[in-house]
């Protein structure tokens, strides 16, 4: 079983680029972040008509979830219990959404950038981090193949990123969000694609500005954590660097997973 994770960076602006990604990898299951629409806008017919599923927990301009499944979506659940905003400007942000499919349970992460640091917007993103950790300590208890996928907005070491030096003090580095990111993976997560690749940089994303793509300029921001029963069936993890490099790109590009795992 084939499942990726893709930030589309506005799936309005993207859709033409995300449905020719849907046809020609054809995973089974697609987790999608930053969408920048509400959920009656998500282009649901278009992708239903790709023989997908859709669980979506939209919002206007920002943010934005997704998953989609070639098979029977159950068990949904959209946000984190407490607090579902950082102040008054930035209300109810739709950040992570959960369901039960093809006898696994999948979450589509999009963490918040938490920059400028210091400030409330990082303030934020670590009380998100602990909201989250708290939601997978309680499912990884639950023994079951769970695969929680997405942009983490966490660069988990210096070989993550093209500069270390220059982004020290940057909110996916700084020392409180990478404590917290290992605190998740303690819980007994595995990073995939450190399973598979365990040495050398693995981007997955190129800021726009500057020449960073075409300078391989690069940082491992999208990750997947496997429960230790996904864990137990990763055959594969790898970065779809080609998406990245077609016109009109997400300044992200698609992680896939491949399982040792048949629908249920």
């Known amino acids: ?3 990726a994770t893709f930030n589309v960076n506005s799936m ?4 033409p680029r995300v449905l020719e990604w849907l ?10 972040q930053e969408l920048k629409c509400v959920d009656e806008s998500f282009p649901t017919i278009e992708i239903e008509e790709l023989g997908y599923n859709c669980a979506v927990h939209g919002q206007k301009t920002y943010n934005g979830v997704a998953i989609l499944s070639k098979h029977p979506i159950e068990d ?18 739709a950040r992570y959404i959960e369901c039960f499919t093809a006898g696994l349970r999948v979450a589509s992460i999009y ?15 670590l009380r998100w981090m602990d909201r989250l950790t708290a939601r997978a300590a309680e499912l990884i208890k639950w023994e079951e193949k769970l695969v929680m996928a997405g942009d983490y907005n966490i660069i988990p070491e210096d070989i993550d990123v093209y500069d270390p030096v220059g982004w020290a003090d940057d909110a996916a580095v700084y020392i409180d969000s990478r404590r917290r990111f290992r605190e998740m993976m303690n819980l007994g997560f595995t990073d995939a694609l450190r399973q598979i690749h365990p040495a050398g940089p693995q981007y997955t994303f190129w800021d726009y500005q500057r020449g960073a793509w075409q300078k391989d300029n690069g940082l491992r921001i999208d990750h997947f954590l496997l429960s230790p029963e996904a864990a137990d069936i990763l055959v594969d ?7 990245r490099a077609k016109e009109k790109a997400s300044d ?5 997973i491949k399982l040792d795992h048949k629908a249920d």
């Not at 046809?23 to 999608?32: G, R, S, T, V």
């Not at 993890?237 to 998406?243: G, K, M, T, Y």
């Open 1 to 3: 079983m084939k499942i």
């Open 12 to 15: 309005k602006a993207r859709l």
């Open 23 to 32: 046809k020609e990898e054809q995973p089974d299951i697609a987790c999608l």
């Open 76 to 93: 949904v659940v959209k946000g984190l219990d407490g607090e579902d905003f950082a102040d008054e400007d930035l209300p109810n942000q």
């Open 111 to 125: 963490l918040p950038n938490g920059n400028p640091r210091p400030g409330p917007k990082y303030d934020y993103k």
């Open 237 to 243: 993890c790898q970065v779809d660097r080609a998406q």
């Open 252 to 256: 992200h590009t698609p992680v896939w």
